[in-house]
């Protein structure tokens, strides 16, 4: 019987490596909490997010990504230091459940050395003088009500939610560090796929957002 136990045991622990290495290497689940990428994805939505694309800095405007938010979007918080709690940390994460208030889903707008601009003539925001189309947002919405002129530091990213009237989002962070920027640093992958609840399963592709609009 404790031979059998520790079969047991030896099988449960092996599944947890395997299960961090995927996590930490491959893919991790998230549950969306907000309504700000609308109509993109739902509030209560599970994401798969690859977090091989980025592990050479292959980020793309128009992905949408999970980043960490702590010391950018949020105060620093202290990590938890018992044991216990980075454990179910990290198995709520496996699993899909909401780690933490920390982490958001936005999609890229600015890469490192854009200077993007809100907005032109036409109400549409700019990135270097170009005009984006934006197909995701929801029918009817502005491209942004805040004005903003910003050129995105080296190593930092200026995202922006689908769904901008409701979207805590760079903008909303002008005045904090990295002027709403969010360092490279801090982006755990790129959104791929939504696969909870079952009558949302799609994928969510990068979207080419340097095209000019017309019209």
């Given at each position: 019987?404790?031979?059998?136990?520790?079969?047991?045991?030896?099988?449960?622990?092996?599944?947890?490596?395997?299960?961090?290495?995927?996590?930490?290497?491959?893919?991790?689940?998230?549950?969306?909490?907000?309504?700000?990428?609308?109509?993109?994805?739902?509030?209560?939505?599970?994401?798969?997010?690859?977090?091989?694309?980025?592990?050479?800095?292959?980020?793309r405007?128009?992905?949408?990504?999970?980043?960490?938010?702590?010391?950018?979007?949020?105060?620093?918080?202290?990590?938890?230091?018992?044991m216990l709690?980075?454990?179910?940390?990290?198995?709520?994460?496996?699993?899909?459940?909401?780690?933490?208030?920390?982490?958001?889903?936005?999609?890229?707008?600015?890469?490192?050395g854009?200077?993007?601009?809100?907005?032109?003539?036409?109400?549409?925001?700019?990135?270097?003088?170009?005009?984006?189309?934006?197909?995701?947002?929801?029918?009817?919405?502005?491209?942004?009500?805040?004005?903003f002129?910003?050129?995105?530091?080296?190593?930092?990213?200026?995202?922006?939610?689908?769904?901008?009237?409701?979207?805590?989002?760079?903008?909303?962070?002008?005045?904090?560090?990295?002027g709403?920027?969010?360092?490279?640093?801090?982006?755990?992958g790129?959104?791929?796929?939504?696969?909870?609840?079952?009558?949302?399963?799609?994928?969510?592709?990068?979207?080419?957002?340097?095209?000019?609009?017309?019209?």
């Amino acid at each position: 019987m404790l031979r059998r136990a520790m079969r047991w045991l030896w099988q449960f622990a092996l599944a947890g490596v395997l299960l961090v290495v995927v996590r930490l290497v491959l893919v991790q689940s998230f549950v969306i909490p907000t309504t700000s990428m609308q109509p993109t994805l739902h509030a209560g939505d599970r994401v798969l997010v690859s977090r091989l694309d980025y592990r050479f800095g292959d980020v793309r405007r128009g992905d949408v990504i999970v980043f960490d938010g702590g010391g950018v979007f949020d105060p620093a918080q202290p990590v938890s230091s018992t044991m216990l709690a980075r454990a179910g940390q990290a198995v709520a994460a496996a699993l899909g459940g909401p780690v933490g208030e920390r982490d958001y889903a936005k999609r890229v707008i600015g890469l490192p050395g854009d200077r993007v601009v809100c907005c032109d003539v036409a109400g549409r925001l700019t990135v270097n003088g170009t005009a984006l189309s934006e197909p995701y947002l929801p029918v009817g919405t502005e491209p942004s009500t805040v004005r903003f002129d910003v050129v995105v530091p080296p190593g930092r990213l200026w995202v922006m939610g689908d769904n901008r009237e409701n979207s805590a989002d760079s903008r909303a962070h002008l005045g904090g560090p990295g002027g709403g920027t969010v360092p490279l640093a801090h982006v755990v992958g790129r959104v791929v796929t939504v696969w909870w609840p079952l009558n949302r399963l799609a994928g969510v592709g990068a979207v080419d957002a340097t095209a000019i609009t017309t019209g």
